[in-house]
């Protein structure tokens, strides 16, 4: 039976990695590994996988491996068509709503889900320490309930869990502004092991300021070295153009560096320059650590 099962498994979809090679029949690309700052060119079955990565006690037969098969091979035309086409008004409702769920489980897939879990879960050991250093019996009951949520089942339970309610993301993604970003530069996208990033020009209130209906919001989804997808605030944004151009390296800058910041370790392009990255590094060397802080708890 295990011979059966599917042993490596991709948190980035091969399909969608392909589209960033540089040698179309090997099937390879250039990869820039943030800790080593070395860059190698692997094939894509090679990369951004782990052995069962998704695999848990409960699911003995991998439906969650297989689902993630079937929705990467739906969202296949429309992307595709996304390419071709290179207007985001292209899309009926239908094709737009499967690229949204996409992108949404894309988010949530990857392992910098779980490092941000078990950040999150030291933090509040750490704050509840703080508040309960009189309470030592106590104290030890909650870090022990703490404990059991880091073990690799749980984690993987809560991720899946997590990514049954992407549907409701993806409705969320649908209503917002849509524009593709086109590169016409010698300088390509480049995509990482957590290619859907979200950031916010906007100053974080009390209660932060990633949520998809945050003012100000804005996602990039680089879907090739030429071609990005925009998603953002409607309001703040409702009058961007549904197509938009790179001028310059500068402006394709702006949106690699936001791989760099959001990758937990690996960059992927079909070229061999990681200048800015290695520059991003040199600034801020928090950028090559995988367990670097992520997340602020109030």
Sequence with gaps: MDALKVKIQHYVPRSYLRRFTFDKAESKVRCFDKTKQT??????????????????EQDVHQEVEKALGVIETVVTSALEQLLETRDVTSLNDDARFRIALFMAIQE?????????????????????????????????????????????????????????????????????KWALINN??????????????????????????????????????????????????????????????????ENVNYINQFQVQRSTRFLISNKTSFKLAERMIKDHPNLADPDRDRIELH
């Design 39 to 56: 860059t190698f060119e692997p094939n894509v079955k090679n990369i951004l996988c782990e052995s069962y990565f998704y695999d848990t």
């Design 108 to 176: 949530h897939r990857t392992p910098d889900f779980r490092k941000k879990h078990v950040e999150t879960i030291r933090k509040l050991k750490e704050k509840i320490g703080r508040m309960f250093a009189s309470r030592p019996e106590a104290l030890e009951r909650f870090n022990a309930e703490q404990d059991l949520l880091l073990t690799a089942d749980k984690m993987k339970s809560l991720q899946i869990s997590v990514m049954k309610g992407c549907p409701e993301f993806a409705s969320i993604l649908t209503d917002m």
């Design 184 to 249: 016409p530069t010698d300088t390509p996208f480049w995509t990482s092991d957590h290619p859907v990033t979200r950031n916010n020009p906007v100053g974080a209130g009390p209660y932060g300021n990633m949520g998809l209906l945050c003012k100000g919001i804005m996602i990039h989804f680089p879907l090739s070295p030429k071609l990005c997808l925009f998603v953002g605030d409607p309001i703040g944004y409702g009058k961007t153009p549904d197509l938009l151009t790179c001028g310059d390296v």
